[in-house]
């Protein structure tokens, strides 16, 4: 690879079968086209492609419209694009960026779902956008719960994503039993649905179910559509050329009929915003739209107040009927799929960019910025 006038940006990514076999492929080929316009090139590795002492990385680059196998140096902006779904990738991820300490991290990592409710309800306003959330202990709270609350609770990994096993509990009535009925998705992200007879063997099945998991347990919210359908709002919040948080783009994500989630990889859809609030919220529909965004400029500077330095976030957001807000998730390696479904071709062609427009900002102040991130841990 040839040297550029800045740098090399190196993003570390999960396997995946293909040519070349990584992760994200679309999204790396587009970073890869548009680096030269901001005087960067770009590697694409595996935390396996990584050599023990950090000296050299072994992976993939696009090069005369094709992808071609490459040795480099290290990087000198380590992209993290890793999503960790086993115990062995952890280890593979930790050793990786352990050996490119000497990379700039283009971004730090934030905590699991209750790490990230622990953090935001310190602030007055952050604290009104989120339900009631509890971390789930034993079948015992949860059956309380369940005692208290009509519609039932909602149960979901502290650390999951993409809606796996996810789990919506309801206590019957008595005339019916008294048991308990649950749906949600399985470690496939296969929706599933029972019926329990009786409230111990219900009980039983959600302890087996949850296993050694962390989870947390919130209150079901009636977050769905006039037609019954489960939606929420995904905002990408990016930061610019100039180091500033920007909002790059919003999608209203639509789950199918049967399902408990929206989101895509369960066998949801996208639709532009402002057409879809608007057939469900009538003229407030531009309003939420509004607050919508002022929630989102809000939550990423106090994130990055306890987590150290961060460029881009995906904020989760539900509406109930009323047009509540409810910050459902925050993911600090989101996906951006929904705007290529939307048809937003600004927003596509933004979050595939304003990685690069950012890597460029860390490059040219990276001199008077080494020591604050020297002193920032890594976090996944």
């Known amino acids: 690879m040839t040297e550029t006038a800045l740098g090399l940006l190196g993003i570390m990514t999960g396997r995946s079968h293909g040519n070349p076999p990584i992760a994200e492929p679309e999204f790396c080929t587009r970073l890869c086209r548009a680096a030269p316009l901001y005087d960067l090139q770009v590697i694409v590795f595996h935390p396996y492609g990584v050599a023990s002492d950090g000296r050299t990385v072994n992976g993939y680059t696009w090069e005369d419209g094709q992808w071609k196998s490459v040795c480099t140096s290290a990087p000198d902006v380590l992209y993290n694009r890793c999503l960790i779904t086993s115990p062995q990738e952890k280890r593979a991820a930790s050793s990786a960026l352990a050996a490119l300490s000497r990379s700039l991290p283009w971004s730090r990592g934030i905590p699991d779902k209750w790490g990230v409710y622990e953090i935001l309800r310190r602030s007055r306003r952050a604290a009104g956008l989120l339900p009631e959330t509890r971390i789930y202990k034993d079948t015992g709270e949860l059956g309380t719960m369940l005692a208290e609350r009509e519609q039932g609770v909602f149960l979901k990994p502290r650390a999951g994503s993409h809606g796996k096993r996810t789990l919506h509990a309801v206590r019957l009535p008595r005339s019916k039993g008294g048991g308990i009925s649950l749906r949600g998705r399985d470690g496939a992200n296969l929706p599933f649905q029972h019926v329990f007879g009786s409230l111990d063997e219900g009980l039983g099945w959600v302890q087996d179910f949850t296993g050694s998991r962390r989870y947390i347990i919130q209150p079901y919210l009636?977050?769905?559509?006039?037609?019954?359908?489960?939606?929420?709002?995904?905002?990408?919040?990016?930061?610019?050329?100039?180091?500033?948080?920007?909002?790059?783009?919003?999608?209203?994500?639509?789950?199918?009929?049967?399902?408990?989630?929206?989101?895509?990889?369960?066998?949801?859809?996208?639709?532009?915003?402002?057409?879809?609030?608007?057939?469900?919220?009538?003229?407030?529909?531009?309003?939420l739209l509004q607050e919508l965004a002022a929630a989102a400029a809000l939550l990423p500077p106090l994130l990055e107040e306890a987590c150290g330095r961060l460029g881009e976030l995906g904020l989760d957001f539900g509406l109930d009927p009323a047009g509540r807000i409810y910050l459902l998730e925050a993911n600090s390696k989101p996906g951006r799929t929904v705007f290529r479904l939307t048809g937003d071709r600004r927003a596509a062609r933004l979050a595939a960019e304003n990685p690069l427009r950012y890597t460029r900002h860390l490059l040219l102040t990276s001199a008077a910025n080494t020591r604050v991130f020297a002193a920032e841990p890594l976090r996944y």
Do not use: C, I
């Open 222 to 287: 009636q977050l769905t559509d006039r037609r019954g359908l489960p939606f929420d709002v995904r905002v990408l919040m990016q930061k610019n050329g100039h180091g500033a948080w920007m909002l790059t783009g919003m999608a209203v994500r639509l789950g199918r009929p049967d399902s408990l989630t929206s989101n895509l990889h369960g066998g949801g859809t996208a639709v532009a915003p402002l057409p879809f609030l608007l057939a469900e919220y009538g003229k407030s529909g531009e309003e």
